[in-house]
């Protein structure tokens, strides 16, 4: 079963959608985050993907009155992503009722890092992994770790987290099409289930992975073609049932 995710990047508490990461390249849409998921919801969304870019840059500034307010709008799972760098970033966002957390900068850096964190918290931890030419990006994408993603997705295996969510940051945001022979590698490097994230664009893109994915591919985040207008995320959910998500969950 493919899981389609739609996706909620907030910058300045408003719903965005960049280009390749580019800060300077962002579409603002002047939608309320929390109107937008509820939107998702009640069109059949299980679970709902969740940027938080002030914090993913590292800026001093974050978004967590509008996480409260969006968490507080949805029964669906969120996933959240930007900026968790540190156990009291978690505390805070766990008791917001965030389900899931994206750790990129932080897991590229200590993958270790996340074996800790879910013998603490559970095994409520996804790698984010996003790579720009097969290295795998930090900080917003701004900075090069040096290191191959398919390395970080074998490290995401042998660390505990419950899967992996992989952009291929040439792709996003284009709506030129997927990378799906990168994000079958990761699936087949590290054993997980993982999401592919970047270059949605038509329902034909979402055909396509069904039909190539690798058994570990689970799901796909779909962002800018909801706001242009490209795909019905009713049409889609019609399209490829959704499964039910909740604490029990395993990824």
Known sequence: MLSIIPAID?????CVRLLRGAYDEATEYDKDPAAVAREFELAGATRIHVVDLDA????????????????????????????V?????????????IDRFIIGTAFAAHPQIVEGWAAKFGRIFLAGIDARG???????????SKRPAVELARAARDHGACGIVYTAIEQDGTLEGPDIEGTNQIAEASGLPVVLSGGIGRLSDLEAIAEAAHPNLRGVIVGKALYEGRISLAELFERFPQE???PESLW
């Open 10 to 14: 907030i910058l300045d508490g408003t």
């Open 56 to 83: 993913a840059r590292g800026d001093g500034r974050n978004n967590r009155k509008h996480l409260r307010k969006l968490r507080r709008s949805v029964d669906a799972m969120i996933e959240l992503g930007g900026g």
């Open 85 to 97: 760098r540190s156990e009291l970033d978690i505390e805070e966002l766990v008791e917001l009722g």
């Open 134 to 144: 097969g290295i795998a990006q930090t900080a917003g994408w701004r900075e090069d």
């Open 244 to 246: 039910a998500f909740g």
